[in-house]
């Protein structure tokens, strides 16, 4: 068991560093790396915009993508094959987007939007077939709700590690490969920089899906037995039909949309506000750590207090942060133990989150009839997807109504722009916070408890329904 968990835990680390390099870094290489000089602002939202309509457009798909995952039977088991595809498509991609496309982001930006879109969507699709695949194992791999708290926390793990890894090493990274590749000195970014990075982050994405791959294994129970084939267009009404899956799915896209798009802009605002960029590259080190702490406490905080309290408990510890980020100004220790008080809870309300969908998958068959693990569970990424889209366009807006781009300098900034990135940074992600804090309270009644009794009564009325059939065919 300890192989699997170690192995999971390895393939979630691969996977939000690509996640976070793709949602986090993505709007900074562009709007600071591919394009600069005259036009560099509306060239850039017209890349952000490309991003943020193929994305919605594409979420769509993802309830397909799950109800393929579902109705695959393969000798590997149904997520395997397409982790491992997902996995290599889109880190190529990741690379490719990172780079300026054979030159034609300089030569023909005509022919350089086009390809971009088409690599884009290549890219995005195959991620989502990674990303479900990889999050859907978890009710295959156990369905006690114990033994899927301990396959959740060690992913979280290492998903925080991968994640806040890759605020370590961003700067450096660019840094360096910009002065190997491209000569740049004085700490200088360059597009070799970003695509050196870029390289560096697909890897590790693919070896962490090989990590998963070879190293877990789903287990096989009645209740996983009984699963019917889901038919493409029953797969909204899948989701539709489980009340508790979407008041959850709500709670939760406003609480990722208020995290990526705050965390998103804090490199803005080490670089533009206080004037050091490379004084963010501590963050990574600070939450990192804490996700180190943060993250085993799940399962005796849960047990303690239950989900419905960590997630509820955690926002109002974060709305905290969000008032110390807001007294802190250009003062960097005060930045950093505000970040600390924002992130240490995140890990453990994604978790509260993540554990709660999973057991929606057993809510739902017993409520349906039907089983649908992967069409299930595919409403996380998609909310992912859809918090990383919208954040994306806000982090553009925000960087260029406030003034903060190409080499402006925290000088250039004036207090009207200032108070715009404040609002996009702190302001609305608060709002937006409360909010999810207010639906998980009163909307999602999923609880442990509750999950427990479902899984007593599908186990009592399946084996029924055994007996009966096995009656019925001695007679």
Request: charged share 15%.
């Amino acid at each position: 068991m300890i192989k699997q968990y170690f192995s999971y835990a390895l393939g979630a680390f691969g996977h939000d560093a690509f996640y976070a390099t793709l949602n986090t870094y993505f709007a900074m290489f562009v709007t600071s790396a591919l394009f600069v000089g005259k036009g560099a602002a509306a060239e850039a939202g017209i890349v952000t915009t490309m991003v943020v309509v193929i994305r919605l457009i594409e979420i769509a798909f993802d309830p397909m993508i799950g109800g393929m995952v579902d109705n695959t039977d393969t000798k590997m088991g149904k997520f395997k094959p397409w982790l491992l595809a997902g996995a290599i498509v889109s880190s190529v991609g990741l690379i490719l987007m990172f780079s300026s496309l054979f030159g034609l982001a300089d030569s023909n930006r005509t022919m350089y939007y086009l390809l971009f879109g088409i690599v884009f969507v290549i890219m995005d699709i195959f991620y989502s077939f990674k990303d479900i695949s990889f999050w859907s194992m978890l009710p295959a791999l156990s369905v006690d709700t114990k033994v899927r708290n301990k396959f959740g926390t060690v992913g979280r793990f290492g998903s925080t590690l991968g994640s806040q890894g890759v605020i370590i090493v961003v700067v450096p990274l660019v840094t360096y490969f910009s002065m190997k590749f491209s000569g740049a000195r004085g700490g200088a970014e360059t597009r070799a920089g970003w695509l050196g990075f870029a390289i560096v982050i697909g890897a590790v994405s693919l070896l962490g899906a090989l990590a998963t791959f070879f190293g877990t294994k789903e287990t096989k129970s009645l209740i996983r037995e009984n699963t019917e084939k889901t038919r493409f267009r029953d797969v909204f009404k899948v989701i539709g039909e489980n009340d508790q899956l979407m008041w959850l799915g709500l709670s939760y896209l406003l609480f990722a949309l208020s995290y990526v798009v705050t965390n998103s802009l804090l490199i803005y605002y080490f670089q533009y506000v206080i004037g050091n960029g490379k004084a963010y590259s501590v963050i990574g080190g600070v939450t990192a750590l804490l996700g180190v702490i943060s993250v085993p406490l799940f399962p005796f905080i849960v047990s303690k207090i239950t989900r419905r309290g960590v997630y509820v408990g955690g926002i109002c510890m974060m709305l905290v942060g969000y008032i110390l980020f807001n007294l802190a100004g250009t003062n960097i220790i005060m930045m950093y133990i505000a970040d600390a008080v924002f992130f240490f809870p995140y890990p453990m309300i994604f978790l509260a989150a993540l554990m709660t969908i999973t057991d929606s998958v057993e809510y739902g068959q017993y409520k349906n009839g039907t089983r649908n693990e992967s069409v299930t569970l595919s409403v996380r990424p998609l909310i992912d997807k859809l918090a990383g889209a919208f954040s994306t366009g806000i982090v553009v807006i925000a960087a260029v109504q406030a003034g903060m781009t190409g080499n402006a300098k925290p000088s250039d900034i004036t207090a009207h722009g200032m108070f715009i990135f404040h609002s996009f940074i702190f302001y609305m992600p608060m709002i937006l916070l409360i909010i999810s804090a207010l639906i998980y309270q009163f909307k999602v009644t999923l609880s442990e408890k509750k999950h427990a009794e479902i899984v007593r009564e599908l186990e009592k009325k399946l084996e029924t329904e055994e007996a009966e059939e096995d009656s019925q065919a001695t007679k």
